[in-house]
């Protein structure tokens, strides 16, 4: 089973990897000079290489070839998503969402948001960790969180949908919303859901009102359904 590493520090055909990638390849798996490494820059590149240096501090390979555009999918997802009061929770969605397939993560600041930011450090080290699991070679964007009015009011392209529970609002099955090959932007709400206030803002601008089914899902299990929903439409 391939082992995927990451680094960016890339000069000409040589590539160095930081101390906790040098560890585990070289103490975990116990890998050696001329050994075989497969690695990404996370921009999209998937490298094959061969140690050059098994410094366990500073593993260094050659590089013998390149893919440029390994894995690119036919869409982009970007998901707008509020943290929750239950941290773990909120890393479980965001792992999972990475090895589904998301490029772009921005966590909102709603009206009912229990919490009003998120440990970025580990949430980016977590997805990268997520995209060498399921073998992907984007690294998906963090952004800082947002209040949801502000984020609304921003000119972000794609196809632009709000996921949440009112059944007085008009709704669409996000499966009937989604359409093959596009580029995708989805608003998930906190614990409690979007108020209507919020809602009526994001459907002035633009966004279409969806629901994720007939049952009532937690905001992680909502997201997840909705990366899961856009990756189904597009194999």
Excluded at 72 to 101: C, M, Q
Excluded at 183 to 195: A, C, K, M, R, V
Aim: aromatic fraction near 6%.
């Amino acid at each position: 089973m391939m082992q995927l590493f990451y680094t960016e520090n890339i000069s000409g055909q040589t590539a160095y990897f930081d101390n906790e990638e040098s560890v585990h390849g070289l103490r975990v798996l116990r890998m050696h000079k001329g050994d075989s490494i497969t690695f990404t820059d996370g921009s999209g590149n998937l490298y094959e290489g061969l140690i050059s240096s098994d410094d366990p501090r500073k593993m260094e390979a050659v590089i013998v070839s390149s893919h440029p555009g390994y894995g690119k999918k036919p869409y982009k997802l970007h998901l707008a998503v509020s943290p929750l009061k239950n941290t773990d929770r909120f890393e479980w969605l965001i792992e999972k969402a990475v090895e589904i397939g998301v490029d772009v993560i921005t966590p909102i600041i709603c009206e009912r948001s229990e919490k009003p930011g998120i440990r970025k450090e580990r949430i980016s080290k977590l997805i990268i960790s997520a995209m060498k699991q399921s073998l992907k070679c984007s690294c998906p964007k963090l952004n800082e969180p947002i209040p949801l009015s502000k984020f609304i009011g921003e000119n972000i392209s794609g196809f632009r949908l709000i996921a949440h529970c009112n059944e007085d609002i008009r709704r669409i099955s996000i499966t009937e919303a989604i359409k093959p090959a596009k580029d995708y932007l989805i608003l998930i709400g906190p614990e409690g859901d979007f108020t209507n206030e919020e809602v009526a803002l994001a459907t002035k601008a633009g966004f279409i009102s969806v629901h994720i089914g007939n049952s009532r899902l937690r905001t992680e299990t909502a997201g997840i359904a909705a990366c899961c929903s856009v990756y189904l439409m597009n194999i």
